[in-house]
């Protein structure tokens, strides 16, 4: 064999055992990233101005707290439980900020901590009742699904909006980054990414195994130059329809803000010792708790992951609407999170999901909000397309790991 065919040979197993991955049933993102490349085709051939650099800055902002709070729900998921009071966490953790903010004077790291930490102690509270008391995680979060809405009316004095003022937090969901600060935020993102995907190439050969072919590591680096390059490109465009007097360019805020949950959620989940446990208890709960790990600790802890991450969607959510109100977190924002990270493919059976997948999820609940109603649709088509796009990826969940377990047991 020449030294051509064997690099060859070596650029194309990774693939070669991707596809094999997909045939046996885990296809992971790639449905979500399929429908996500028809919608956004399809929307802009019916309506280009959803291409224009306003809609997608707005499509940004219009689904960073639903993404935010799928990327807590994904750790629920993982170990096959669910958390039905995220949504209405994320409107009491809202309503904390806001009081104490407006009513109260707090400055706004102070109200943002207070937010941060209602949200774990609402998160280990609920955890604890799931794995101590053993109730099962459908009643626990239903019961607080319906006790938020009250503790919610009680904060805001049943049923006053409370204006947010506060120019930092204000920034979060309607400021957006200086353009050259965009580019090098795009900048370290790929010197990182391909940081990581170099140690973690030589790493490998150190160890003794096969090793990332270099051709695909490069293509993996320069695919996410390419793409955040023209993403940012996009965005610093000239966005305001009177640039004369106001300036709009630049990444909203909130991008980089998903970004960094993003980075830190998947390391936790794919780099630390607590991950690799999630995904055990995750596959099979009994077995990981002969195997000596704290099986109800693991669960303390999503509930407090998701709770949290639901008291930072609180916060974008206020930050979007400028005020507070006992309908924050309310009405569909917990079944359109849900939707998020189970469109993005992550299983509702447990052990398999990662916080990539809210995100591709969110992306894709958001284009079918905002490229509807662009096309003139009622709030009504839009739920009943939503719900339709849910099921079809719950039914492929539920196949692939139908057909995964048949090739198991081949």
Not at 68 to 94: H, K, N, P, R, W
Not at 307 to 329: E, F, L, Q
Not at 355 to 365: F, H, S
Request: proline share 3%.
């Amino acid at each position: 064999m020449t030294t051509t065919e064997t690099a060859q040979e070596s650029t194309f197993s990774p693939v070669q055992a991707y596809l094999d991955k997909v045939r046996g049933g885990d296809m992971g993102a790639l449905p979500a990233v399929f429908g996500l490349l028809v919608l956004c085709t399809a929307f802009t051939v019916l309506r280009p101005v959803f291409l224009t650099p306003g809609n997608l800055a707005n499509l940004f902002t219009q689904g960073a707290a639903v993404t935010v709070i799928a990327m807590g729900l994904v750790f629920v998921l993982l170990l096959g439980e669910i958390d039905l009071s995220a949504g209405y966490t994320s409107g009491v953790c809202a309503a904390v900020l806001a009081v104490l903010l407006t009513n109260h004077g707090v400055p706004w790291y102070l109200a943002v901590l207070a937010c941060l930490v209602t949200g774990v102690i609402i998160g280990f509270t609920l955890g604890f009742l799931r794995a101590k008391v053993g109730i099962p995680s459908f009643v626990v979060t239903l019961a607080a699904f319906l006790a938020f809405q009250g503790i919610a009316l009680l904060l805001v004095k049943g049923g006053a909006n409370i204006s947010i003022r506060d120019t930092v937090i204000l920034s979060i969901a309607n400021k957006n980054v200086p353009p050259l600060i965009g580019w090098l935020l795009a900048a370290g993102c790929v010197a990182g990414y391909a940081i990581v995907q170099l140690v973690r190439a030589n790493n490998r050969a150190r160890l003794g195994l096969t090793r990332t072919p270099v051709a695909l590591v490069a293509a993996r680096i320069i695919g996410l130059a390419a793409l955040l390059g023209v993403g940012v490109w996009v965005l610093n465009l000239e966005r305001s329809r009177n640039a004369a007097f106001v300036s709009l360019k630049g990444i909203p805020i909130v991008v980089p803000l998903i970004a960094v949950l993003l980075v830190v959620g998947t390391f936790v989940l794919a780099r630390t010792k607590y991950g690799r446990h999630l995904y055990a208890v995750g596959g099979n709960a009994e077995a990981a708790r002969r195997a000596g790990i704290n099986v109800d600790l693991m669960r303390m802890s999503v509930f407090a992951v998701c709770s949290t991450m639901a008291a930072i969607g609180g916060i974008i959510a206020a930050s979007r609407a400028n005020s507070v109100d006992p309908n924050t977190g309310g009405s569909t924002v917990l079944l359109l999170a849900v939707g998020a990270a189970v469109i993005g493919g992550t299983s509702l059976f447990g052990g398999k999901g990662r916080v990539l997948d809210a995100v591709l999820g969110g992306a894709v609940v958001a284009v079918i909000e905002n490229g509807m109603g662009l096309l003139g649709y009622s709030a009504g088509v839009k739920y009943v397309v939503t719900g339709l796009v849910l099921l079809l990826a719950a039914g492929v969940d539920a196949l692939s790991r139908r057909r995964g377990s048949v090739a198991g047991l081949r």
